[in-house]
């Protein structure tokens, strides 16, 4: 297990000044990055950055939630619900009652196949990463312990393994699973930090 604390997450500032990015992983092959995992706080209302060719599974973390507007209609981003659509589409965002968290796992579905999955309330439960692929566990809420060891929120812990996972009551997190097409291409996992 590889675990990435939430304090050492670094703020971008977007280029359209209407929030800020910290950047969690990518995992990358020789021909270049086949996914990315990042948390953002969105300021205000307005567009999002195209992605063409990677699939977008987006997920509010606080914050009441926004309308994802389209050509051909609304996407609601609810907290603590998965949204997932075409990193291509043109979408502006509508907050619904102020600012929010959000994270985002970003794809190249050439390369492989990403799902994010809520896991909340008392648990106890194995974890095992696909094969040819990888678990990312992202904390919402509590101080749930996985492998033993407990986390904060924010904190992400990647596993190659199986581990075991411990939630009590008050205890959020996303399962972020990715599983690799292409079992002859080595995917390099590049952690975010410091």
Known sequence: MQLLKGVDLVEVPWKNGGGITRNIAEGKTALG?????????VAGDGPFSNFAGLRRVLTVISG???????????LRADPLKPVAFDGGL?????LLDG???DLNLMFDPAHCDGAVRLLRGAAVQDVDPPSGGLTAIHVVQGRPRIAGDALAVADTAFLTGPADLQLAESDALLEISLRYLDQSAAVTLSIAAR
């Open 33 to 41: 990055p086949t996914w990315r995992l990042s948390r953002a706080d």
């Open 64 to 74: 009441a939630g926004m309308d994802l507007l389209h050509t051909d209609g609304i």
């Open 90 to 94: 043109p979408v502006t965002a509508r």
């Open 99 to 101: 600012p929010l968290t």
